[in-house]
């Protein structure tokens, strides 16, 4: 992973819930990459009809100004992971609840190539 994609994972490290120990640090966002050796920083889009939400059984994902996981009320059961079309939303392997970037902005500072953004419609 190139060190710009690494920081901006680094950049959107966030202070977990009180389910949670408070050493316990979670990245809200995931850079994969891709056979031809490029790296993409996997986000939310926000999207308008947000198939995440609908799909959550115990109403733990909502919308405000952006898509919120609620991580006392997610029980795991990944059909947000399922439903989402982009890929942002995973389950975290040890936690078992779902996590999602939260459009914060964090990480575009640190992107050397300025590949980042945060775009509004």
């Known amino acids: 992973m190139r060190w710009y994609a690494q920081a901006a994972v680094s950049a959107n490290w966030s202070v977990p819930s009180t389910r ?3 050493s316990t640090r979670i990245a809200r966002v995931r850079v994969e990459r891709y056979d031809d050796g490029r790296d993409v920083v996997i986000a939310c889009h926000n999207c308008d009809d947000a198939p995440c939400i609908e799909v959550c059984p115990t109403e733990a994902i909502t919308r405000d100004d952006a898509i919120r996981i609620n991580a006392e009320e997610c029980i795991g059961c990944g059909a947000c992971v399922n439903a989402r079309p982009y890929g942002a939303i995973w389950l975290d392997p040890v936690l078992e ?15 050397p190539p300025e590949a980042l ?3 509004n419609d």
Request: proline letters at 10%.
């Open 117 to 119: 953004q945060i775009v």
């Open 97 to 111: 609840v779902a996590i999602a970037c939260k459009l914060r902005s964090r990480c575009v500072p640190f992107c």
């Open 20 to 22: 949670r120990a408070p």
